[in-house]
């Protein structure tokens, strides 16, 4: 375990919570903008044109306010702030669960996905028990 591979999970994590956030936050602000663009459109057009806006725009609502709740309830506390505190096997027992990847994957995208399991490879290096010891 080099100081190097705690500093890149920690990056890595650092960045993955970020990018669920802002990506999360900007898919619920593109759903809150369909639903306003068909609030505003109603009336002009009627639901048979712009009925697709106010079921993209929950999807997206929904989508987005899942991930930066996500993003602040598990990612934040139970990744980042433990490998902050050193507890790398809780990090890499939470980064390790597929949950938290189709997550990452559904709600901010292919960003903070990669990036989770980049978190999720460099806290494996670090939690992995060292090897035993050579038969005498």
């Known amino acids: 375990m080099t100081q190097s591979t ?4 920690r990056n890595f994590a650092n960045y993955s919570y970020l990018a669920l956030l802002i990506l999360g936050a900007l898919m619920a602000l593109a759903g809150l903008w369909y639903i306003i663009s068909f609030i505003s459109l109603l009336g002009y057009w009627g639901f048979a044109f712009f009925g697709g806006l106010i079921f993209w725009g929950i999807i997206l609502l929904a989508l987005g306010g899942f991930g930066a709740f996500t993003a602040f309830t598990v990612w934040k506390p139970k990744i980042v702030n433990a490998i902050d505190q050193g ?30 399991y980049l978190t999720q490879q460099k806290l494996a290096e670090i939690a992995r028990p060292p090897p035993p010891p050579p038969p005498a």
Do not use: R
Request: hydrophobic fraction near 50%; charge should be negative.
């Open 6 to 9: 705690i500093t890149d999970a």
């Open 87 to 116: 507890k790398y096997t809780e990090a890499y027992q939470v980064a390790s669960n597929p949950i938290q990847l189709i997550i990452g994957l559904v709600c901010g995208g292919v960003i903070p996905a990669i990036l989770l």
